[in-house]
Nanobody
Framework: QVQLVESGGGLVQAGGSLRLSCAAS????????MGWYRQVPGKQRELVAA???????NYADSVKGRFTISRDNAKNTVYLQMNSLKPEDTAVYYC?????????????WGQGTQVTVSS
């Protein structure tokens, strides 16, 4: 029903920047919130940043001041600007969308995009 397409991952040196994008399409009437999560081998998936349709944001303490989440509601697209990247930011980053269609709310995930930060 819903497809999330992610892009923007890659390899970057410490101190560099990347911008991730995630576009949602399909059976969607509205999106209440979108967010970015990341996961490394041997650890649980953790929230990086989230944003509601009203513009409220939430960030993990480890990325505050370095990452910025933004959203284009008309395009159902969320972005994650990542600056001053550190090796510990290396992970697979997943996009998440909380959607509504025909009065029903559902959660969807993107395929994941690899971010690797070298020291």
């Amino acid at each position: 029903q819903v497809q999330l397409v992610e892009s923007g991952g890659g390899l970057v040196q410490a101190g560099g920047s990347l911008r991730l994008s995630c576009a949602a399409s399909g059976s969607i009437s509205s999106i209440n919130a979108m967010g970015w999560y990341r996961q490394v081998p041997g650890k649980q998936r953790e929230l990086v940043a989230a944003i509601t349709s009203g513009g409220s944001t939430n960030y993990a303490d480890s990325v505050k001041g370095r990452f910025t989440i933004s959203r284009d509601n008309a395009k159902n697209t969320v972005y994650l600007q990542m600056n001053s990247l550190k090796p510990e930011d290396t992970a697979v980053y997943y996009c998440n969308a909380d959607t509504t269609w025909r009065g029903r709310r559902s959660d969807y995930w993107g395929q994941g995009t690899q971010v690797t930060v070298s020291s």
